[in-house]
Protein backbone atom coordinates (compact mmCIF):
# COMPACT_ATOMS: atom_id res chain seq x y z
CA UNK A 1 0.00 0.00 0.00
CA UNK A 2 1.86 3.22 -1.54
CA UNK A 3 1.82 6.31 0.92
CA UNK A 4 0.29 9.87 -0.40
CA UNK A 5 1.43 13.01 1.37
CA UNK A 6 -1.12 15.71 0.47
CA UNK A 7 -1.97 19.43 1.67
CA UNK A 8 -4.55 21.63 0.53
CA UNK A 9 -4.11 25.64 0.81
CA UNK A 10 -7.40 27.62 0.43
CA UNK A 11 -8.87 30.24 0.52
CA UNK A 12 -9.75 32.75 3.84
CA UNK A 13 -9.75 35.93 5.35
CA UNK A 14 -10.74 37.97 8.58
CA UNK A 15 -13.71 37.31 9.01
CA UNK A 16 -13.75 33.48 7.16
CA UNK A 17 -11.47 30.82 7.95
CA UNK A 18 -11.04 27.98 10.97
CA UNK A 19 -10.58 31.42 13.55
CA UNK A 20 -14.25 32.29 12.84
CA UNK A 21 -16.08 28.81 10.97
CA UNK A 22 -15.50 24.99 12.27
CA UNK A 23 -13.58 22.65 9.76
CA UNK A 24 -17.27 21.77 8.72
CA UNK A 25 -18.88 24.69 8.38
CA UNK A 26 -15.44 26.45 6.48
CA UNK A 27 -15.41 23.39 3.72
CA UNK A 28 -19.31 23.20 3.41
CA UNK A 29 -19.29 27.10 2.93
CA UNK A 30 -20.24 28.46 -0.81
CA UNK A 31 -17.32 30.84 -0.31
CA UNK A 32 -14.85 28.09 -0.14
CA UNK A 33 -11.93 27.50 -2.58
CA UNK A 34 -8.69 25.45 -3.05
CA UNK A 35 -5.78 28.02 -4.05
CA UNK A 36 -3.94 25.06 -4.72
CA UNK A 37 -2.92 21.44 -3.36
CA UNK A 38 0.51 19.33 -3.11
CA UNK A 39 0.70 15.86 -3.92
CA UNK A 40 3.25 13.62 -2.69
CA UNK A 41 4.34 9.89 -3.24
CA UNK A 42 5.73 7.77 -0.93
CA UNK A 43 9.44 9.45 -0.86
CA UNK A 44 8.79 10.58 -4.69
CA UNK A 45 9.05 14.34 -5.76
CA UNK A 46 6.08 16.48 -4.25
CA UNK A 47 3.72 17.99 -7.06
CA UNK A 48 2.07 21.35 -6.71
CA UNK A 49 -1.12 21.90 -9.21
CA UNK A 50 -3.17 25.22 -8.71
CA UNK A 51 -5.96 26.32 -11.16
CA UNK A 52 -10.41 25.68 -11.51
CA UNK A 53 -11.95 22.94 -9.40
CA UNK A 54 -12.36 20.83 -12.17
CA UNK A 55 -9.19 20.54 -13.47
CA UNK A 56 -7.84 19.68 -10.23
CA UNK A 57 -10.60 17.20 -9.95
CA UNK A 58 -9.67 15.50 -12.65
CA UNK A 59 -5.74 15.24 -12.15
CA UNK A 60 -6.74 13.97 -8.47
CA UNK A 61 -8.66 11.36 -9.90
CA UNK A 62 -6.34 10.64 -13.23
CA UNK A 63 -3.17 10.71 -11.77
CA UNK A 64 -3.46 8.35 -8.05
CA UNK A 65 -4.58 5.19 -6.55
CA UNK A 66 -6.23 6.73 -3.67
CA UNK A 67 -8.78 3.61 -3.19
CA UNK A 68 -5.56 1.30 -2.53
CA UNK A 69 -3.16 4.18 -0.89
CA UNK A 70 -2.90 5.24 2.46
CA UNK A 71 -3.37 9.02 2.53
CA UNK A 72 -1.19 11.31 5.42
CA UNK A 73 -2.17 14.88 6.12
CA UNK A 74 -1.71 17.16 8.96
CA UNK A 75 -4.57 17.49 10.18
CA UNK A 76 -6.68 15.24 8.28
CA UNK A 77 -9.85 16.19 9.11
CA UNK A 78 -9.52 19.23 6.77
CA UNK A 79 -7.54 17.79 3.83
CA UNK A 80 -9.58 14.92 3.99
CA UNK A 81 -13.25 16.32 4.15
CA UNK A 82 -11.59 18.30 1.26
CA UNK A 83 -11.03 14.65 -0.69
CA UNK A 84 -14.27 13.28 0.24
CA UNK A 85 -16.84 15.67 0.51
CA UNK A 86 -15.78 18.06 -2.61
CA UNK A 87 -13.89 15.05 -4.79
CA UNK A 88 -15.49 12.12 -3.57
CA UNK A 89 -12.09 10.64 -2.90
CA UNK A 90 -11.64 8.01 -0.42
CA UNK A 91 -8.27 6.18 0.55
CA UNK A 92 -8.27 3.10 1.72
CA UNK A 93 -6.38 4.13 5.57
CA UNK A 94 -6.19 7.72 6.58
CA UNK A 95 -3.23 8.65 8.82
CA UNK A 96 -2.73 11.88 10.61
CA UNK A 97 0.63 13.72 12.35
CA UNK A 98 -1.48 15.83 14.40
CA UNK A 99 -3.27 12.37 15.57
CA UNK A 100 -0.19 10.28 16.22
CA UNK A 101 1.37 13.18 17.75
CA UNK A 102 -0.95 13.44 20.93
CA UNK A 103 -0.74 9.98 20.80
CA UNK A 104 3.15 10.24 21.32
CA UNK A 105 4.17 13.34 23.05
CA UNK A 106 0.61 13.64 25.68
CA UNK A 107 -1.94 16.74 25.27
CA UNK A 108 1.13 19.25 26.93
CA UNK A 109 3.00 19.50 23.95
CA UNK A 110 2.08 21.65 20.36
CA UNK A 111 0.60 20.03 18.09
CA UNK A 112 1.17 22.71 15.14
CA UNK A 113 3.74 21.62 12.38
CA UNK A 114 5.36 24.33 13.27
CA UNK A 115 6.06 23.21 16.78
CA UNK A 116 6.57 19.53 15.64
CA UNK A 117 9.03 20.84 12.62
CA UNK A 118 11.26 22.51 15.24
CA UNK A 119 10.78 19.61 18.07
CA UNK A 120 12.22 17.11 15.37
CA UNK A 121 14.91 19.27 13.29
CA UNK A 122 13.19 18.46 10.21
CA UNK A 123 12.92 21.58 8.80
CA UNK A 124 11.07 24.92 9.25
CA UNK A 125 7.59 25.69 8.17
CA UNK A 126 7.25 29.09 5.97
CA UNK A 127 4.66 31.44 6.60
CA UNK A 128 3.61 32.22 2.83
CA UNK A 129 0.19 32.11 4.12
CA UNK A 130 0.05 34.76 5.91
CA UNK A 131 0.05 37.15 3.02
CA UNK A 132 -2.52 34.79 1.38
CA UNK A 133 -5.34 36.35 3.47
CA UNK A 134 -8.08 37.76 1.99
CA UNK A 135 -6.69 36.67 -1.22
CA UNK A 136 -8.92 34.29 -3.79
CA UNK A 137 -6.58 32.29 -6.28
CA UNK A 138 -7.69 34.43 -9.36
CA UNK A 139 -6.07 37.49 -7.92
CA UNK A 140 -2.75 35.68 -6.48
CA UNK A 141 -0.03 36.55 -9.20
CA UNK A 142 1.79 33.93 -11.26
CA UNK A 143 5.05 34.88 -8.72
CA UNK A 144 2.97 35.06 -6.11
CA UNK A 145 1.41 31.43 -6.90
CA UNK A 146 5.06 30.35 -7.08
CA UNK A 147 5.95 31.23 -3.95
CA UNK A 148 3.11 29.98 -2.27
CA UNK A 149 3.30 26.44 -3.84
CA UNK A 150 6.74 25.98 -2.42
CA UNK A 151 5.20 26.75 0.62
CA UNK A 152 2.78 24.24 0.43
CA UNK A 153 5.26 21.61 -0.71
CA UNK A 154 7.47 21.97 1.91
CA UNK A 155 4.48 21.49 4.32
CA UNK A 156 4.16 18.15 2.61
CA UNK A 157 7.76 17.28 3.21
CA UNK A 158 7.48 18.21 6.55
CA UNK A 159 4.66 16.19 7.23
CA UNK A 160 6.22 13.08 5.27
CA UNK A 161 9.55 13.30 7.31
CA UNK A 162 7.54 13.45 10.63
CA UNK A 163 5.64 10.59 9.83
CA UNK A 164 8.76 8.29 9.23
CA UNK A 165 9.85 9.55 12.13
CA UNK A 166 6.68 9.25 14.21
CA UNK A 167 6.35 5.37 12.75
CA UNK A 168 9.43 4.61 15.00
CA UNK A 169 7.46 4.41 17.86
CA UNK A 170 3.80 4.52 17.09
CA UNK A 171 1.78 0.85 17.67
CA UNK A 172 0.92 0.38 14.49
CA UNK A 173 -2.52 -0.77 15.40
CA UNK A 174 -3.56 3.05 16.76
CA UNK A 175 -3.25 3.93 12.50
CA UNK A 176 -5.92 1.65 12.32
CA UNK A 177 -8.04 3.33 15.24
CA UNK A 178 -6.88 6.81 13.84
CA UNK A 179 -8.41 5.87 10.35
CA UNK A 180 -11.79 4.90 12.27
CA UNK A 181 -12.13 7.93 13.87
CA UNK A 182 -11.29 10.36 11.08
CA UNK A 183 -14.28 8.52 9.08
CA UNK A 184 -16.89 9.40 11.34
CA UNK A 185 -16.21 12.81 10.09
CA UNK A 186 -14.80 12.42 6.41
CA UNK A 187 -17.95 10.18 5.43
CA UNK A 188 -21.03 11.32 7.64
CA UNK A 189 -24.14 8.88 7.67
CA UNK A 190 -26.32 10.15 10.29
CA UNK A 191 -28.74 12.89 9.38
CA UNK A 192 -30.50 15.62 11.52
CA UNK A 193 -34.58 16.51 12.04
CA UNK A 194 -34.25 19.54 10.90
CA UNK A 195 -38.10 20.25 11.60
CA UNK A 196 -37.91 19.00 14.69
CA UNK A 197 -34.98 21.20 15.67
CA UNK A 198 -36.33 24.11 14.68
CA UNK A 199 -39.41 23.28 16.98
CA UNK A 200 -37.08 22.36 19.54
CA UNK A 201 -35.29 25.41 20.14
CA UNK A 202 -38.10 27.97 19.74
CA UNK A 203 -39.74 25.87 22.71
CA UNK A 204 -35.87 26.57 24.34
CA UNK A 205 -36.44 29.85 24.16
CA UNK A 206 -39.98 30.29 24.88
CA UNK A 207 -38.76 28.73 28.38
CA UNK A 208 -35.94 31.33 28.51
CA UNK A 209 -38.01 34.16 27.78
CA UNK A 210 -40.55 33.25 30.44
CA UNK A 211 -38.23 32.30 32.87
CA UNK A 212 -36.41 36.34 32.01
CA UNK A 213 -39.87 37.43 32.54
CA UNK A 214 -40.23 36.51 35.50
CA UNK A 215 -37.04 37.65 36.94
CA UNK A 216 -37.50 41.79 35.63
CA UNK A 217 -34.01 41.70 34.60
CA UNK A 218 -31.67 41.86 31.64
CA UNK A 219 -30.49 38.80 29.98
CA UNK A 220 -26.97 40.42 29.99
CA UNK A 221 -26.98 40.66 33.74
CA UNK A 222 -27.52 36.74 33.84
CA UNK A 223 -25.29 35.69 31.39
CA UNK A 224 -22.18 37.75 32.84
CA UNK A 225 -20.60 36.60 36.14
CA UNK A 226 -19.84 39.78 37.50
CA UNK A 227 -23.68 41.25 36.33
CA UNK A 228 -25.02 38.18 38.09
CA UNK A 229 -23.24 38.58 40.69
CA UNK A 230 -24.33 42.83 41.16
CA UNK A 231 -28.11 41.42 40.35
CA UNK A 232 -27.90 38.84 43.42
CA UNK A 233 -26.32 41.97 45.60
CA UNK A 234 -28.94 44.12 44.88
CA UNK A 235 -31.51 41.72 46.03
CA UNK A 236 -29.71 42.00 49.53
CA UNK A 237 -27.69 38.36 48.95
CA UNK A 238 -24.38 38.59 49.02
CA UNK A 239 -22.44 35.96 46.14
CA UNK A 240 -21.35 32.90 47.17
CA UNK A 241 -17.45 32.26 46.24
CA UNK A 242 -15.05 29.33 46.21
CA UNK A 243 -10.93 28.53 45.44
CA UNK A 244 -10.94 27.59 42.15
CA UNK A 245 -8.72 24.83 41.64
CA UNK A 246 -7.02 25.36 38.42
CA UNK A 247 -6.15 29.10 39.64
CA UNK A 248 -6.09 28.68 43.02
CA UNK A 249 -7.49 32.30 43.80
CA UNK A 250 -11.36 32.91 44.90
CA UNK A 251 -13.89 32.87 41.85
CA UNK A 252 -17.62 33.00 41.69
CA UNK A 253 -19.25 29.06 42.72
CA UNK A 254 -22.11 29.84 40.15
CA UNK A 255 -21.90 26.38 38.95
CA UNK A 256 -25.07 24.15 39.46
CA UNK A 257 -22.76 21.50 41.43
CA UNK A 258 -22.01 24.03 43.69
CA UNK A 259 -23.42 23.34 47.09
CA UNK A 260 -23.92 27.18 47.86
CA UNK A 261 -25.20 28.24 44.68
CA UNK A 262 -27.72 24.86 44.82
CA UNK A 263 -28.84 26.66 48.27
CA UNK A 264 -30.33 29.61 46.40
CA UNK A 265 -32.35 27.86 44.77
CA UNK A 266 -34.61 27.62 48.42
CA UNK A 267 -33.86 31.28 49.38
CA UNK A 268 -37.10 32.90 51.03
CA UNK A 269 -36.85 35.51 48.64
CA UNK A 270 -38.93 33.98 45.79
CA UNK A 271 -36.97 37.04 43.21
CA UNK A 272 -33.72 35.16 44.34
CA UNK A 273 -35.44 32.08 43.68
CA UNK A 274 -36.64 33.10 40.22
CA UNK A 275 -33.25 34.64 39.27
CA UNK A 276 -31.51 31.33 40.13
CA UNK A 277 -33.75 29.34 37.99
CA UNK A 278 -33.43 32.00 35.12
CA UNK A 279 -29.07 31.51 35.22
CA UNK A 280 -29.59 27.91 35.34
CA UNK A 281 -31.68 27.91 32.16
CA UNK A 282 -29.50 30.75 30.60
CA UNK A 283 -26.06 28.65 31.26
CA UNK A 284 -27.76 25.53 30.52
CA UNK A 285 -28.47 26.53 26.90
CA UNK A 286 -25.34 25.01 25.73
CA UNK A 287 -28.24 22.56 24.42
CA UNK A 288 -29.78 25.49 22.73
CA UNK A 289 -26.26 26.88 21.47
CA UNK A 290 -25.56 23.25 20.05
CA UNK A 291 -29.44 22.94 18.82
CA UNK A 292 -28.55 26.18 16.70
CA UNK A 293 -25.40 24.33 15.32
CA UNK A 294 -26.91 21.03 14.47
CA UNK A 295 -29.67 22.60 12.74
CA UNK A 296 -27.56 24.73 10.78
CA UNK A 297 -25.50 22.11 9.99
CA UNK A 298 -28.46 20.02 8.82
CA UNK A 299 -29.41 22.21 6.55
CA UNK A 300 -26.01 21.58 4.83
CA UNK A 301 -26.31 18.19 4.56
CA UNK A 302 -25.68 15.05 6.72
CA UNK A 303 -23.80 15.42 10.50
CA UNK A 304 -19.97 14.58 10.31
CA UNK A 305 -19.03 13.34 13.46
CA UNK A 306 -15.62 15.39 14.64
CA UNK A 307 -14.24 12.72 17.45
CA UNK A 308 -11.34 13.62 18.71
CA UNK A 309 -8.47 11.29 18.36
CA UNK A 310 -6.39 10.52 21.82
CA UNK A 311 -8.30 14.53 23.40
CA UNK A 312 -7.30 13.07 27.03
CA UNK A 313 -4.68 12.29 29.65
CA UNK A 314 -6.38 8.64 29.32
CA UNK A 315 -5.90 8.62 25.63
CA UNK A 316 -9.45 8.30 25.44
CA UNK A 317 -11.30 10.27 22.27
CA UNK A 318 -13.24 13.86 22.49
CA UNK A 319 -15.17 16.10 21.07
CA UNK A 320 -14.37 19.08 18.35
CA UNK A 321 -15.54 21.53 15.82
CA UNK A 322 -17.79 23.32 18.42
CA UNK A 323 -20.30 20.34 18.72
CA UNK A 324 -19.02 18.36 21.75
CA UNK A 325 -21.19 14.92 20.53
CA UNK A 326 -19.09 12.90 23.81
CA UNK A 327 -20.86 15.74 26.06
CA UNK A 328 -24.71 16.02 24.95
CA UNK A 329 -27.05 16.41 27.85
CA UNK A 330 -28.26 13.28 29.56
CA UNK A 331 -31.01 14.20 31.61
CA UNK A 332 -33.99 15.47 31.07
CA UNK A 333 -37.02 15.91 28.32
CA UNK A 334 -34.85 18.51 26.44
CA UNK A 335 -31.97 16.44 26.38
CA UNK A 336 -33.80 13.48 24.89
CA UNK A 337 -35.66 15.88 21.96
CA UNK A 338 -32.29 16.89 20.88
CA UNK A 339 -30.74 13.36 20.80
CA UNK A 340 -33.71 12.46 19.16
CA UNK A 341 -32.72 14.86 16.44
CA UNK A 342 -29.40 12.27 14.96
CA UNK A 343 -31.47 10.14 12.81
CA UNK A 344 -31.01 7.47 10.98
CA UNK A 345 -30.91 7.59 7.02
CA UNK A 346 -34.01 6.85 5.32
CA UNK A 347 -34.26 2.42 5.10
CA UNK A 348 -31.49 2.49 7.91
CA UNK A 349 -32.10 1.68 12.01
CA UNK A 350 -29.37 2.88 14.19
CA UNK A 351 -27.85 0.24 16.60
CA UNK A 352 -26.49 1.67 19.88
CA UNK A 353 -23.92 -0.42 21.98
CA UNK A 354 -22.79 0.19 25.59
CA UNK A 355 -20.16 -1.47 27.29
CA UNK A 356 -21.60 -1.28 30.50
CA UNK A 357 -19.96 -1.03 33.78
CA UNK A 358 -16.72 -1.03 31.74
CA UNK A 359 -14.45 0.85 34.20
CA UNK A 360 -15.68 -0.69 37.31
CA UNK A 361 -14.76 -4.13 35.91
CA UNK A 362 -11.67 -3.36 34.74
CA UNK A 363 -10.66 -1.86 38.10
CA UNK A 364 -12.02 -5.56 39.70
CA UNK A 365 -10.35 -7.13 36.53
CA UNK A 366 -6.67 -5.08 37.26
CA UNK A 367 -7.16 -5.67 41.29
CA UNK A 368 -7.70 -8.67 40.96
CA UNK A 369 -10.44 -8.42 43.54
CA UNK A 370 -12.08 -12.14 42.37
CA UNK A 371 -15.33 -12.20 44.48
CA UNK A 372 -16.30 -9.01 42.68
CA UNK A 373 -14.67 -9.98 39.17
CA UNK A 374 -16.63 -13.23 39.74
CA UNK A 375 -20.04 -11.96 40.16
CA UNK A 376 -19.58 -9.31 37.55
CA UNK A 377 -19.40 -12.52 35.11
CA UNK A 378 -22.03 -14.33 36.61
CA UNK A 379 -23.83 -11.34 35.90
CA UNK A 380 -25.29 -10.19 39.49
CA UNK A 381 -26.81 -7.26 39.95
CA UNK A 382 -23.19 -5.81 41.86
CA UNK A 383 -25.00 -2.27 43.42
CA UNK A 384 -27.46 -4.65 45.04
CA UNK A 385 -25.24 -6.76 46.84
CA UNK A 386 -22.75 -4.11 47.79
CA UNK A 387 -25.77 -1.87 49.39
CA UNK A 388 -26.39 -5.59 50.87
CA UNK A 389 -23.15 -5.23 52.46
CA UNK A 390 -23.15 -1.73 53.48
CA UNK A 391 -26.59 -2.39 55.17
CA UNK A 392 -26.00 -6.08 56.72
CA UNK A 393 -29.26 -7.31 55.07
CA UNK A 394 -30.33 -9.66 52.57
CA UNK A 395 -30.29 -8.92 48.70
CA UNK A 396 -33.91 -9.40 49.05
CA UNK A 397 -34.36 -6.59 51.39
CA UNK A 398 -32.31 -3.81 49.23
CA UNK A 399 -34.64 -0.53 48.64
CA UNK A 400 -34.54 1.17 45.32
CA UNK A 401 -32.70 3.78 47.63
CA UNK A 402 -30.00 1.47 48.71
CA UNK A 403 -29.09 0.06 45.35
CA UNK A 404 -28.73 3.49 44.56
CA UNK A 405 -25.82 4.09 47.21
CA UNK A 406 -24.63 0.56 46.35
CA UNK A 407 -24.16 1.69 42.89
CA UNK A 408 -22.73 4.86 43.77
CA UNK A 409 -20.17 2.96 46.03
CA UNK A 410 -19.34 0.92 42.88
CA UNK A 411 -18.60 3.39 41.05
CA UNK A 412 -17.44 6.43 42.60
CA UNK A 413 -14.98 5.05 45.46
CA UNK A 414 -12.99 2.45 43.54
CA UNK A 415 -10.18 5.24 43.35
CA UNK A 416 -9.83 6.20 46.87
CA UNK A 417 -12.33 8.59 47.48
CA UNK A 418 -12.82 9.87 51.09
CA UNK A 419 -16.22 10.39 53.20
CA UNK A 420 -16.27 14.20 52.56
CA UNK A 421 -16.71 14.14 48.52
CA UNK A 422 -18.78 10.33 48.67
CA UNK A 423 -21.30 12.36 50.72
CA UNK A 424 -21.05 15.77 48.30
CA UNK A 425 -21.55 13.08 45.25
CA UNK A 426 -24.50 11.82 46.74
CA UNK A 427 -26.14 15.11 47.10
CA UNK A 428 -25.95 16.02 43.52
CA UNK A 429 -29.28 13.57 43.22
CA UNK A 430 -30.16 14.87 46.29
CA UNK A 431 -29.49 11.88 48.55
CA UNK A 432 -28.16 13.50 52.11
CA UNK A 433 -26.48 11.54 54.83
CA UNK A 434 -24.37 12.26 57.48
CA UNK A 435 -20.89 12.37 57.82
CA UNK A 436 -21.02 9.84 60.15
CA UNK A 437 -22.81 7.24 57.51
CA UNK A 438 -20.42 8.22 54.47
CA UNK A 439 -17.39 7.03 56.51
CA UNK A 440 -19.08 4.37 57.72
CA UNK A 441 -20.11 3.18 53.78
CA UNK A 442 -16.14 4.38 53.16
CA UNK A 443 -15.34 1.92 55.64
CA UNK A 444 -17.26 -1.02 54.62
CA UNK A 445 -16.14 -0.44 51.19
CA UNK A 446 -12.60 -0.43 51.56
CA UNK A 447 -12.69 -3.83 54.13
CA UNK A 448 -14.70 -5.56 51.55
CA UNK A 449 -12.80 -4.70 48.40
CA UNK A 450 -9.12 -5.18 50.26
CA UNK A 451 -7.44 -6.04 46.58
CA UNK A 452 -8.54 -2.53 45.14
CA UNK A 453 -7.40 -0.99 48.33
CA UNK A 454 -3.90 -2.57 47.49
CA UNK A 455 -4.38 -1.97 44.21
CA UNK A 456 -4.22 2.26 44.86
CA UNK A 457 -1.29 1.51 47.38
CA UNK A 458 0.66 -0.21 44.32
CA UNK A 459 -0.12 2.74 42.48
CA UNK A 460 1.17 4.76 45.20
CA UNK A 461 4.66 3.07 45.44
CA UNK A 462 4.82 3.44 41.28
CA UNK A 463 4.32 7.36 41.92
CA UNK A 464 7.58 6.95 43.58
CA UNK A 465 9.25 4.67 41.98
CA UNK A 466 8.60 7.36 38.55
CA UNK A 467 10.25 9.92 40.51
CA UNK A 468 13.24 8.13 41.75
CA UNK A 469 13.55 6.22 38.42
CA UNK A 470 12.60 3.23 39.48
CA UNK A 471 9.94 0.40 38.38
CA UNK A 472 6.62 -0.90 40.62
CA UNK A 473 4.22 -3.19 39.47
CA UNK A 474 0.63 -2.53 39.25
CA UNK A 475 -1.77 -4.84 39.30
CA UNK A 476 -2.69 -7.97 37.33
CA UNK A 477 0.80 -8.57 35.95
CA UNK A 478 1.63 -7.78 32.57
CA UNK A 479 -1.10 -5.14 31.85
CA UNK A 480 0.80 -1.86 32.82
CA UNK A 481 4.09 -1.08 32.32
CA UNK A 482 5.86 1.22 34.25
CA UNK A 483 8.34 3.47 32.46
CA UNK A 484 10.57 5.81 35.38
CA UNK A 485 12.77 7.41 32.28
CA UNK A 486 9.76 8.72 30.75
CA UNK A 487 7.56 9.50 33.57
CA UNK A 488 5.04 7.01 32.27
CA UNK A 489 2.53 3.81 32.09
CA UNK A 490 2.17 1.76 28.95
CA UNK A 491 -0.97 0.97 28.23
CA UNK A 492 -1.95 -2.44 25.90
CA UNK A 493 -2.72 -0.19 23.35
CA UNK A 494 1.46 0.42 23.23
CA UNK A 495 0.81 4.49 23.55
CA UNK A 496 2.36 5.28 26.78
CA UNK A 497 0.35 7.86 29.49
CA UNK A 498 2.73 10.08 30.42
CA UNK A 499 2.78 12.39 33.79
CA UNK A 500 5.10 14.99 32.48
CA UNK A 501 7.81 16.90 34.58
CA UNK A 502 6.60 14.75 38.30
CA UNK A 503 7.35 16.59 41.06
CA UNK A 504 6.90 15.59 44.81
CA UNK A 505 6.34 18.06 47.76
CA UNK A 506 7.10 17.03 51.42
CA UNK A 507 3.48 18.24 53.27
CA UNK A 508 1.63 17.30 56.52
CA UNK A 509 0.47 14.45 55.36
CA UNK A 510 3.04 13.05 53.60
CA UNK A 511 4.95 13.10 50.15
CA UNK A 512 2.58 14.87 47.56
CA UNK A 513 2.86 14.17 43.91
CA UNK A 514 2.06 16.58 41.28
CA UNK A 515 2.95 16.80 37.24
CA UNK A 516 2.36 19.22 34.79
CA UNK A 517 -0.17 20.34 32.27
CA UNK A 518 -1.30 23.19 30.11
CA UNK A 519 -3.90 24.66 32.79
CA UNK A 520 -1.10 24.01 35.47
CA UNK A 521 0.25 21.81 37.93
CA UNK A 522 -2.27 18.58 38.94
CA UNK A 523 -1.61 16.75 42.02
CA UNK A 524 -1.75 12.99 41.45
CA UNK A 525 -1.49 9.97 44.32
CA UNK A 526 -2.17 6.39 43.36
CA UNK A 527 -6.24 6.54 43.65
CA UNK A 528 -5.89 8.78 40.87
CA UNK A 529 -3.76 6.96 39.08
CA UNK A 530 -5.55 3.88 38.93
CA UNK A 531 -8.47 6.21 37.64
CA UNK A 532 -6.38 6.93 34.80
CA UNK A 533 -5.14 3.80 34.33
CA UNK A 534 -8.93 2.30 34.48
CA UNK A 535 -10.13 4.56 31.81
CA UNK A 536 -7.04 4.02 29.54
CA UNK A 537 -7.09 0.59 29.82
CA UNK A 538 -11.34 0.57 29.25
CA UNK A 539 -10.47 2.86 25.98
CA UNK A 540 -7.92 -0.14 24.51
CA UNK A 541 -10.54 -2.95 25.39
CA UNK A 542 -13.51 -0.63 23.33
CA UNK A 543 -10.85 0.35 20.57
CA UNK A 544 -10.05 -3.34 19.78
CA UNK A 545 -13.92 -3.61 19.86
CA UNK A 546 -14.57 -1.61 17.60
CA UNK A 547 -12.07 -2.34 15.19
CA UNK A 548 -13.62 -5.88 14.85
CA UNK A 549 -17.13 -4.18 14.36
CA UNK A 550 -15.97 -2.00 11.09
CA UNK A 551 -15.00 -5.56 9.59
CA UNK A 552 -18.74 -5.58 8.37
CA UNK A 553 -20.31 -2.16 10.30
CA UNK A 554 -19.07 1.37 10.21
CA UNK A 555 -18.94 2.81 13.05
CA UNK A 556 -20.84 6.35 13.28
CA UNK A 557 -20.02 7.71 16.70
CA UNK A 558 -18.86 6.51 19.76
CA UNK A 559 -19.60 8.18 23.06
CA UNK A 560 -17.66 7.51 26.07
CA UNK A 561 -18.06 3.92 26.27
CA UNK A 562 -20.77 3.29 23.38
CA UNK A 563 -21.03 2.58 19.48
CA UNK A 564 -23.22 3.65 17.28
CA UNK A 565 -23.90 2.18 13.68
CA UNK A 566 -26.48 2.44 10.94
CA UNK A 567 -27.58 -0.55 9.11
CA UNK A 568 -30.19 -1.46 6.84
CA UNK A 569 -33.67 -2.08 8.08
CA UNK A 570 -33.56 -5.80 6.67
CA UNK A 571 -30.33 -6.45 8.60
CA UNK A 572 -30.65 -5.40 12.35
CA UNK A 573 -30.91 -8.51 13.88
CA UNK A 574 -28.01 -10.05 12.39
CA UNK A 575 -25.55 -6.96 12.63
CA UNK A 576 -27.19 -5.96 16.08
CA UNK A 577 -25.98 -10.18 17.38
CA UNK A 578 -22.44 -9.32 15.36
CA UNK A 579 -22.23 -5.94 17.03
CA UNK A 580 -23.12 -7.22 20.70
CA UNK A 581 -21.09 -10.29 20.26
CA UNK A 582 -18.17 -7.80 19.25
CA UNK A 583 -18.88 -5.62 22.59
CA UNK A 584 -18.78 -8.90 24.90
CA UNK A 585 -15.42 -9.84 23.41
CA UNK A 586 -12.31 -9.14 25.14
CA UNK A 587 -8.66 -8.61 23.84
CA UNK A 588 -5.77 -11.34 24.18
CA UNK A 589 -4.30 -9.27 26.69
CA UNK A 590 -7.56 -9.05 29.29
CA UNK A 591 -8.36 -13.02 29.60
CA UNK A 592 -10.75 -13.29 32.18
CA UNK A 593 -11.75 -9.64 31.67
CA UNK A 594 -15.79 -10.04 32.43
CA UNK A 595 -16.66 -7.23 29.45
CA UNK A 596 -20.75 -7.04 28.70
CA UNK A 597 -22.30 -4.96 25.66
CA UNK A 598 -25.97 -3.62 25.88
CA UNK A 599 -27.36 -3.35 22.43
CA UNK A 600 -30.63 -0.93 21.58
CA UNK A 601 -32.31 -0.03 18.25
CA UNK A 602 -33.92 3.02 17.13
CA UNK A 603 -34.47 5.18 13.97
CA UNK A 604 -32.82 7.87 16.00
CA UNK A 605 -30.27 8.56 18.95
CA UNK A 606 -32.50 9.25 21.51
CA UNK A 607 -35.63 6.94 21.30
CA UNK A 608 -33.80 3.69 20.81
CA UNK A 609 -34.85 0.91 22.79
CA UNK A 610 -33.68 -2.52 23.92
CA UNK A 611 -32.90 -5.20 21.42
CA UNK A 612 -33.07 -9.15 22.60
CA UNK A 613 -31.99 -11.09 19.75
CA UNK A 614 -34.60 -13.85 18.16
CA UNK A 615 -33.87 -17.71 20.11
CA UNK A 616 -33.71 -19.21 16.68
CA UNK A 617 -30.58 -16.84 16.28
CA UNK A 618 -28.71 -17.30 19.56
CA UNK A 619 -26.78 -20.55 18.32
CA UNK A 620 -24.12 -21.16 16.32
CA UNK A 621 -23.03 -16.90 16.31
CA UNK A 622 -19.44 -16.14 16.24
CA UNK A 623 -17.48 -13.03 16.01
CA UNK A 624 -15.85 -12.54 12.23
Not at 55 to 78: E, G, P, Q, R, T
Not at 129 to 135: F, I, L, Q, T
Amino acid sequence: MKLITVDFETYYDKDFGFKKQTTEEYVRDERFQIIGVAVKVEDGETVWLSGEFADIKAYLHDNYDWANSAVLAHNMMFDGAILSWLFGIEAKLYVDTLCMARALHGLEVGGSLAALAKMYSVGEKGDEVASAMGKRREQFTEEELGRYGDYCINDVVLTYKLFKLFMRAFPKQELKVIDMTLRMFLFPVLRLDTGRLEEHLETLRDQKDKLLAGCGIHKDELMSNPKFAAALTRLGVSPPTKISIRTGKETFAFSKSDEKFKALHEHEDGRVQALVAARVGLKSTLEETRAERFLAIGMRGALPVPIKYYAAHTSRWGGQDKINLQNLPSRGQNAKVLKSCIVAPEGHTLIQADSAQIEARVLAWLAEQNDLLQAFGRGEDVYTKMAANIYNIKEAQVTKDQRFIGKTTILGCGYGLGAVKFREMLKIPGVDITPEEAQRIISVYRSSSSDITTLWRQAQNALMGMYQGERYAIGRTGVIQVVPEENGLLLPSGILMRYTDLKAVEEEKGLQFSYKTREGRVKIYGGKVIENVCQGIARCVMAEQMLRITKRYKILLTVHDSVVCSVPDAQVDEAAAFISSCMRWSPDWAVGLPVRGDVEVGKNYGECTAWTEPTENRLGRSVG
